[in-house]
Antibody, heavy 119, light 109 residues
Framework: QVTLKESGPALVKPTQTLTLTCTFSGFSLSTTTMRVSWIRQPPGKALEWLARIDWDDDKFYRPSLKTRLTISKDTSKNQVVLTMSNMDPVDTATYYC???????????WGQGTPVTVSS | EIVLTQSPGTLSLSPGERATLSCRASQSVPNNYLAWFQQKPGQAPRLLIQRASSRATGIPDRFSGSGSGTDFTLTISRLEPEDLGVYYCHLYGTAPPFTFGGGTKVEIK
């Protein structure tokens, strides 16, 4: 059974760096074809894809946020970490991590973690 | 970047009726890598359809996807009360960015 869970601060101040951790089980990110993405959803708005890391350590970022995002993996801990620098109130959202496989869209999602950016 | 435009914004139908949701891409979707998700209030999205027309595991057959190129459709043949929520189309695959449409809200009368 595949499970994912996001963790991180619920509140960050403007200009701070957000660090989110996705801890998963039921698969290994060292297995060929495995991928993990981060997706966010501002309150009452649509989903927004942020970043993805693949089994071979290929990394992809949303172009408009590329300078602020860093994604990494720790295969031994079954974790994927997303950092977002220079946080702004418009970054207030629920942040999800999700498992993908080669040729398959996100099929397993975490419950999401809400993040508020406010001074 | 491929932009996905969904219509209508809101669909209000009675149980048993047919729902037709549209997703239009600004460019042809490579390999038809277009997915549909259902999101109920307070929940994470759930994968319904992948590669435009293949139902995900455990999805009832009243949900079907069709289309290719730039025009895609999600059809719910007979609406059930539990089908209320927001439906998103999503471009995925090997060529980022992997965008989502703006969503269609399905309301049950």
């Amino acid at each position: 059974q595949v499970t994912l869970k996001e963790s991180g601060p619920a509140l960050v101040k403007p200009t701070q760096t957000l660090t989110l951790t996705c801890t998963f089980s039921g698969f290994s990110l060292s297995t060929t074809t495995m991928r993990v993405s981060w997706i966010r959803q501002p309150p009452g708005k649509a989903l927004e894809w942020l970043a993805r890391i693949d089994w071979d350590d290929d990394k992809f970022y949303r172009p408009s946020l590329k300078t602020r995002l860093t994604i990494s993996k720790d295969t031994s801990k079954n974790q994927v970490v997303l950092t977002m620098s220079n946080m702004d109130p418009v970054d207030t959202a629920t942040y999800y991590c999700a498992r993908e496989r080669l040729g398959v869209p996100p099929e397993d999602w975490g419950q999401g973690t809400p993040v508020t950016v406010s001074s | 970047e491929i932009v996905l435009t969904q219509s209508p914004g809101t669909l209000s139908l009675s149980p048993g009726e047919r729902a037709t949701l549209s997703c239009r891409a600004s460019q042809s979707v490579p390999n038809n890598y277009l997915a549909w998700f259902q999101q109920k209030p307070g929940q994470a999205p759930r994968l319904l359809i992948q590669r435009a027309s293949s139902r995900a595991t455990g999805i009832p057959d009243r949900f079907s996807g069709s289309g290719s190129g730039t025009d895609f459709t999600l059809t719910i043949s007979r609406l059930e009360p539990e089908d209320l929520g927001v439906y998103y189309c999503h471009l995925y695959g090997t060529a980022p960015p992997f965008t989502f449409g703006g969503g269609t809200k399905v309301e049950i009368k």
